[in-house]
């Protein structure tokens, strides 16, 4: 296959996995995020169980695997918070095609408030719990709500932190390129701190370069890519633009061919929705031999509730029975699997 079609079909498949991301799982990121929150929760408590925690423990696995392997893969190809980030960059230089680049010093200062932002949930919010985290306040809860098909939730969601918080990323990522991603995302700064040590990488020998720094005027990251011979930093995405605008064939992935990255999305994305299928299986058969046989602290009944959830809300039916909670069931959602 010649490099040329392969760039036609490397940027294809990226635009529709982003569309697929966007509308068939906005919330792939944010489980996996909170799946991290959920497991160091646990073992701080000393509860951990990986029976009940298999699904989160799946999803972690594979994108730690994933972003060791082929870096940060995901943030290129699936997050849908990256496509929405994408979209408004293309809109914006449509009706204004001048911008204006952050200044590197600036850039690179401002690329570690993401980890901040990831040191204080990690051990503020997680492990010492010196505040209470609520659903509302993340600009993640409110996108998600807002790209369900088929169910639009109602526009009081928006006066809320998290919509506030979403306005301010949507109209800051018209002016800068993939911001939140660059500076805000906790969950991009877990993947770029483990990518950093990836088996696939963009080489580039600084020696054949024309001096054009076409690849640097166009990652969407900010990467200074005229600095390296190899581009291992953890902030690259792996969204293969430098390969594509390189007018000598320069930049290109170290292994031979830019199917690499496709291939990789496929496979995080089987693993990720086979995992927890297997684990509802494992998690049904035990609890169906687990049932408790004494006598429970609660009252016998039926009882519902309601909840916010990453769409919307969600309600419930909750039965028990001498004492102990004995079914569990969702009336309604908007949720994905």
Known sequence: MD???????????????QIAGFFIMP???TSTFFGIRDLVMAMVSGDFQIQELFPQLILVIVMTIGAILFGRVFCGYLCSFGAMADLLWFVAR??????HRVPK????ILKWVKYLILAFLFFGVWVFALISYDAMNSPWTIFGMFTTIGNFPSLSYLISVGGFLLLAIIIASLFVERFFCRYLCPMGAYLSMISSFRFFFIK???????GCSLCSQNCPMGLPLGEFDQVQSGE??????????????NAQPNLKGKLVYPIAVVLILGLCFGGPILAKQMIGSSESTNAPSTKGIYTD?????NGTGFRGEIRVSVVVKNGNIAEINVL??????
């Not at 010093?105 to 690179?108: A, I």
């Not at 580039?204 to 024309?210: D, F, I």
């Open 301 to 305: 009944g039926t009882y519902e509730g």
């Open 3 to 17: 490099n040329q079609m392969e760039k036609k079909i490397g940027k294809v498949f990226r635009r529709f996995a």
């Open 204 to 210: 580039k020998p600084r020696e054949n370069c024309k």
């Open 27 to 29: 919330g792939l990121f």
């Open 236 to 249: 690259c995405i792996n969204c293969n633009v430098c390969t594509n605008v390189c007018p000598k064939k």
């Open 94 to 99: 449509k009706v204004h095609p001048k911008y």
């Open 332 to 337: 309604s959602h908007q949720e994905d699997e």
């Open 105 to 108: 010093q600036v850039d690179r």
